[in-house]
């Protein structure tokens, strides 16, 4: 598989980063690099957000609307499939 390919698949939860990891590591370029720093920090990000929501909702239960913000994460992983599949690495403004 190439590099390319392999960032978007790197965007499955868990088992497609992986298989992008493990498959990749060998000839991994600074964009696959990239996506999956991406994928992952964007999966860990989901999991601590719906751990600390559904603590939250424990508490307070009138807050269950706050539930539509892990849309979010969602639209995110969206936008890096794009992205991977156009081979657009976003660039950070240091």
Do not use: C, E
């Not at 600390?52 to 539509?68: E, N």
């Amino acid at each position: 598989m190439d590099n390319k390919t392999l960032a978007i698949i790197s965007y499955i939860p868990l088992i497609g980063w992986l298989i992008a990891f493990f498959i990749g590591r060998d000839n991994a370029d600074n964009f696959l690099k990239f996506h999956l720093k991406q994928s992952l920090a964007l999966v860990i990000f989901g999991i601590l957000f719906n751990v600390a929501f559904f603590i939250i909702v424990m508490i307070v239960p009138s807050l269950t609307f706050l539930g539509y913000i892990g849309y979010v994460v969602w639209a995110l992983v969206v936008i890096g499939i794009i992205n991977a599949a156009i081979k657009r690495k976003i660039q950070v403004q240091k």
